[in-house]
């Protein structure tokens, strides 16, 4: 895994995702070695690889499995305020770009988990920096399952799924690395385009016209997920006819009518 920053750094072609690396072989949590860079001044750009996280975090507080074999990046952006909304939908389409490049069906669960087959494949945790109120940098963490067998590890093993145990064999986690900085980069020099970006990315999601219960808080509502609106907030069809915009919550597809 070392040789992982001599790959980027060789066959990476971006101008500024990636340009700068630290790679940790362990460490707590890339969002926080990235925060901390951050808070000293590094450039947008700069990128965080973990081997392996012991504290790795998702959304909604969750914990994150980040064993050896994985891909835990964080990445520090400094976005223009207009470019902040669309971070969770660029990020979920650079995985998704990427893990099709593989030849490997995938969706996206709004607002930004990778499913396969709807087994989770990606996490991605989106965290801002603030000076008096308003956003000086965003971290964006992504962790992919790569090489690693999600049986083995009872926490998940019916929930996600790897790239190795859809392809049957291991890949290198720089070829990976590289291709989702390269889609990462890409997406993000488009932000200035946001209707672009929120119609690839709602024609990827498979929470679109399906019946789900979203949790808010301490509490669940259930209805039919209809749009994604020009914010990128899922808009829900209520049993009652009327609409909801959701801003953030945990999304559950739920089975159809009868089933």
Known sequence: MPDITDYLENNLTTCFIGKKL???AITSSTQDVARDMADHGATEGTAV??????????????????????LATSIILRPAMSAVPLLPAISALAVLRTIRGLDI??????????????????????????????????????????????RLFPEIAGLATSLSMQLGHELPVGRIALHLYTELEDLYLQSSKPE???????????????????????????????????????????????????????????PPNGQ
């Open 22 to 24: 630290c790679y940790l």
């Open 105 to 150: 069906e995938a969706s996206i669960k709004w607002p930004n988990d990778i499913l396969i087959s709807g087994r989770k494949v990606c996490g991605i945790l989106i965290e801002h920096g603030l000076i008096n109120g308003i956003i000086c940098y965003s971290i964006m963490g992504i962790g992919i399952n790569i090489n690693f067998d999600t």
């Open 196 to 254: 672009v970006i929120l119609r690839e990315w709602a024609a990827h999601m498979d929470t679109i016209g399906r019946r789900v219960n979203i949790q808010l808080g301490n509490s669940t509502i259930e209805g039919t997920a209809e749009a994604i609106n020009a914010s990128g907030h899922l808009v829900l069809r209520l049993d009652n006819g009327s609409a909801q915009e959701i801003v953030a919550g945990d999304v559950t597809p739920l």
């Open 49 to 70: 690889i973990a081997g392996m996280q012991q504290t790795g975090r998702g959304r909604l507080g969750r914990s994150w499995l980040s064993p050896v074999g994985g």
